[in-house]
């Protein structure tokens, strides 16, 4: 059974950082391409950035330059360090695989809160 557990969040003021953590158990998770997504109440979820097997990294125009994925395939570990906050990040955040398919087949789960204030 697939399993993504997320933490990290929090409360923040604007310009602010904060780093989430994704702990992966039940997926050989070295050969996936993960991803963390986003929902902001009243909006889609979106996929702000996403990282492969091999460390290659894409971003969302929104959050590039302030956000960094990266991941640690020793303890099944994929992290977003979040710099220079605004409040337009404020949302649920999501880990999940890169593949919004594949996310969607897999499911979401409680995901973790940011919540930036100016």
């Known amino acids: 059974q697939v399993q993504l557990v997320e933490s990290g969040g929090g409360l923040v003021q604007a310009g602010g950082s904060l780093r989430l953590s994704c702990a992966a158990s039940g997926i050989s998770f070295s050969i996936n391409a993960m991803g963390w997504y986003r929902q902001a109440p009243g909006k889609q979820r979106e996929l702000v950035a996403a990282?492969?097997?091999?460390?290659?990294?894409n971003y969302a125009d929104s959050v590039k330059g302030r956000f960094v994925i990266s991941r640690d395939n020793a303890k099944n570990t994929v992290y977003l360090q979040m710099n220079s906050l605004k409040p337009e990040d404020t949302a649920v955040y999501y880990c999940?695989?890169?593949?919004?398919?594949?996310?969607?087949?897999?499911?979401w789960g409680q995901g973790t809160q940011v919540t930036v204030s100016s």
């Open positions: 990282i492969t097997r091999v460390g290659t990294t």
């Open positions: 999940n695989f890169a593949s919004n398919d594949i996310a969607t087949l897999r499911g």
